[in-house]
């Protein structure tokens, strides 16, 4: 039996905003949310993770402390939100509401501008989540919400256009059992 866990980094300094490809750190706070996310859980046998700083920080030092293998991948990075990177929800509503409205509404066919269309993002992150299926050993995945969102997708039977709707908070773990999913996001 495979197990796989997902695992979303913790809260990030900056604060709430659209954080795609931004590389912020996590905060102390979400370094301990990560670390209670994962207490009792595992025993893992290998660590992959996205390569941007607030996942493969925290990915490196478990890795490490475990003496795991360790492998970032670039497809586990998260959705790239073009010009609303770094952006609030507030500030982009007030300069362009009907964009976000419809991205909210419809990310499928409305992504930001200049953003990656979210099923070039689901494309990518179903090749990461096939390579980590077919190695066969117990995993934990430090990720993004993002990719999370699309995979609770792929797990549910759900269509891409779900992704907005689907909760998962900063240090959720979620985890899957041979392509199974256990436990459902939490906020």
Do not use: K, Y
């Not at 590389?23 to 046998?45: E, I, S, V």
């Not at 770094?86 to 976000?100: F, S």
């Not at 430090?142 to 792929?154: K, M, W, Y």
């Amino acid at each position: 039996m495979s197990h796989i866990g997902l695992l979303r980094h913790g809260e990030v300094s900056g604060g709430t905003r659209f954080r795609g490809r931004l590389d912020d750190p996590l905060t102390p706070h979400g370094w301990r949310q990560m670390r209670d996310a994962l207490a009792g859980d595992g025993p893992w046998q290998a660590v992959v993770s996205s390569p941007l700083q607030r996942c493969a920080a925290f990915a490196r030092d478990w890795a490490e402390g475990r003496e795991l293998p360790l492998r970032l991948d670039a497809r586990l990075a998260e959705i790239d939100f073009g010009a609303w990177e770094g952006h609030t929800v507030a500030e982009i509503h007030a300069r362009q509401p009907e964009a976000l409205g419809r991205f909210w509404s419809d990310p499928v066919t409305h992504p930001p501008p200049g953003g990656e269309p979210l099923t070039a993002f689901a494309e990518r992150v179903l090749a990461a989540w096939g390579d980590i299926q077919a190695d066969g050993r117990d995993t934990l995945v430090v990720t993004h919400g993002g990719v999370i969102r699309v995979l609770l997708c792929r797990l549910r039977g759900l269509e891409l256009s779900a992704v907005p709707g689907l909760e998962v908070g900063h240090g959720a773990l979620i985890r899957v059992e041979n392509g199974r999913l256990l436990e459902a996001a939490s906020a």
